[in-house]
């Protein structure tokens, strides 16, 4: 099971992250890890609007597996993304909003 290999002690206030497995042959899924580790679907079903967040790490490179048809050798290969929720509150205007507060606070008092 996958899933055991994602599971963590998340809290429940903790931002979810997705998490796609590609084994280089073809074959890739996707995991949403949050309090539960859930099985989304095959295939990627990441947010393409978050791709320039991405981590990837190999994964078991020591583990080859021949699963194709071809039988040639696979490497599996994790790429994970910040969820949705996470992107809009730390990638959003709030940030920026909260710098200028503070930015203008200490103008303020310097004056």
């Known amino acids: 099971r996958w899933t055991s290999f994602f599971s963590m002690p998340l809290h429940k206030d903790d931002h979810p992250a997705i998490v796609v497995v590609d084994d280089s042959c073809g074959v890739d899924f996707t995991l949403r890890v949050a ?66 507060v503070v930015v203008f606070v200490f103008f303020s008092m310097s004056i």
Do not use: R
């Open 35 to 100: 309090e539960e580790t859930q099985f989304v679907g095959y295939g990627d079903h990441h947010d393409s609007e978050l791709d320039e967040y991405v981590q990837v790490y190999d994964f078991a490179p020591f583990l080859e597996t021949e699963h194709n048809s071809q039988g040639t050798d696979c490497a599996w290969t994790i790429h994970i993304y910040p969820g949705t929720a996470f992107a809009q509150e730390h990638l959003g205007q709030k940030p920026q909003n909260m710098t200028i």
